[in-house]
T-cell receptor
Framework: GESVGLHLPTLSVQEGDNSIINCAYS??????FIWYKQESGKGPQFIID?????DKRQGQRVTVLLNKTVKHLSLQIAATQPGDSAVYFC??????????FGTGTSLTVIP | KAGVTQTPRYLIKTRGQQVTLSCSPI?????VSWYQQTPGQGLQFLFE???????NKGNFPGRFSGRQFSNSRSEMNVSTLELGDSALYLC????????????FGSGTRLTVV
C-alpha cells in the first residue's frame, strides 16, 4: 500500500534562516507530489507541486526537490518568516485525484 | 471567486447518532474528495466523487458514506457515531480527476461525546 512518511515531526528555525522539510514516499509509481501548509483552524493550503518528470521546481521563496532514486521529497523555504509557522504535509498520487498524505511536520519560526 | 465551503464549521454529536456534513466546491469544480484528519494522523482519504459517481473509496467502514449532487455539491454521512469519529473532516475540490492539485475547505470539526 501507499505510505508517505515525514522524517521529523517538528522543526524549529530562526526567523530569516532557510527551512528544509523532508518527506519519504514508498510508491515508486507515484508521479505527482504536492506540498501543503496547514495553519491552525484552517484547511490545508496548496504551496507547490511537482511531477515525476522533474527534479526541482521553484516558487516564491519555496523550492521542491524530488529524488526518485531514493523516493524522497523536500520542501525548502527561504528566509523563513513567522507567518510560515504551520504544519506542512507532503502528498503523493499515482491515481489521479486520490492523494496519500504524510502525518505532517510542524514548523515553528523563532523571532 | 469563492473557495470550498464546508458546513457546519463545528458540530457536537452523541455516540450512536448520525451526522451529515456538506461541501460546496469551487464554482466549476466537478471533483470532490473527503478526508478525515485526527491528531497525530495524516489526512486519511474517505472518498472521491465526480459527476455524481463515487470514483474511489478509502478504508473506512460502511458507516461512512457520501454522495454528490448534479451541481457538484457533496455530502458525507456518518451513521452510528463512535467516539473515534471525532475529527476534522476536510473536503477538497478540483476541476476533475487527474487535474492538478486540490483546493481544501476549512473543514468541519466533529466532536462525538
Amino acid at each position: 500500500g501507499e505510505s508517505v512518511g515525514l522524517h521529523l515531526p517538528t522543526l524549529s528555525v530562526q526567523e530569516g534562516d532557510n527551512s528544509i522539510i523532508n518527506c519519504a514516499y514508498s510508491n515508486s509509481a507515484s508521479d505527482y507530489f504536492i506540498w501543503y501548509k496547514q495553519e491552525s483552524g484552517k484547511g490545508p493550503q496548496f504551496i507547490i507541486d511537482i511531477r515525476s518528470n522533474m527534479d526541482k521546481r521553484q516558487g516564491q521563496r519555496v523550492t521542491v526537490l524530488l529524488n526518485k532514486t531514493v523516493k524522497h521529497l523536500s520542501l525548502q523555504i527561504a528566509a523563513t518568516q513567522p507567518g510560515d509557522s504551520a504544519v506542512y504535509f507532503c502528498a503523493e498520487s499515482n491515481t489521479g485525484n486520490q492523494f496519500y498524505f504524510g502525518t505532517g511536520t510542524s514548523l515553528t519560526v523563532i523571532p | 471567486k469563492a473557495g470550498v465551503t464546508q458546513t457546519p464549521r463545528y458540530l457536537i454529536k452523541t455516540r450512536g447518532q448520525q451526522v451529515t456534513l456538506s461541501c460546496s466546491p469551487i464554482s466549476g469544480h466537478r471533483s470532490v474528495s473527503w478526508y478525515q484528519q485526527t491528531p497525530g494522523q495524516g489526512l486519511q482519504f474517505l472518498f472521491e466523487y465526480f459527476s455524481e459517481t463515487q470514483r474511489n473509496k478509502g478504508n473506512f467502514p460502511g458507516r461512512f458514506s457520501g454522495r454528490q449532487f448534479s451541481n457538484s455539491r457533496s455530502e458525507m454521512n456518518v451513521s452510528t457515531l463512535e467516539l473515534g469519529d471525532s475529527a476534522l473532516y476536510l473536503c477538497a475540490s478540483s476541476l476533475g480527476p487527474g487535474v492538478d492539485g486540490y483546493t481544501f475547505g476549512s473543514g468541519t470539526r466533529l466532536t462525538v461525546v
